[in-house]
């Protein structure tokens, strides 16, 4: 499973992007969803998931703020980021969950190459 993501930039505090991820290859089907962001020198942290059911979960400090959108027909996860404030500032990494198979159907964990996100003040 291939990740693409695209909307990173460069932006002033207040302001809105919108990360897009899709994911291609051969896979059985998506089940979860779901954005991280890092920093360097911090762990990765999940910001938003959604689940094959519409399930959504955030992190606290983006609720209010972030909307995660899916659409299972194309494979697609988008995250809407409004009010951007400076400690938004990471690299974006788009991830899902997918049944695939090798020999036999398994559900692997796949990642998106990142997508920088800066926030000016």
């Known amino acids: 499973v291939q990740l693409q993501a695209f909307g990173g930039g460069l932006v002033q505090a207040g302001d809105s992007l919108m990360l897009s991820c899709e994911a291609s290859?051969?896979?059985?089907?998506?089940?979860?969803m779901a954005w991280f962001r890092q920093v360097p020198g911090n762990e990765r942290e999940k910001v938003a998931a959604i689940s094959s059911g519409g399930g959504i979960d955030y992190a606290d400090s983006v609720k209010g703020r972030f909307a995660i959108s899916r659409d299972s027909a194309k494979n697609t996860v988008s995250l809407q980021m409004n009010s951007l404030q400076p400690e938004d500032t990471a690299v974006y990494y788009c991830?899902?969950?997918?049944?695939?198979?090798?020999?036999?159907?398994?559900?692997?964990?796949?990642w998106g190459q990142g997508t920088q996100v800066t926030v000016s003040s």
């Open positions: 290859g051969n896979f059985v089907t998506i089940t979860n």
């Open positions: 991830n899902v969950d997918a049944w695939i198979v090798v020999g036999t159907i398994t559900r692997q964990t796949f």
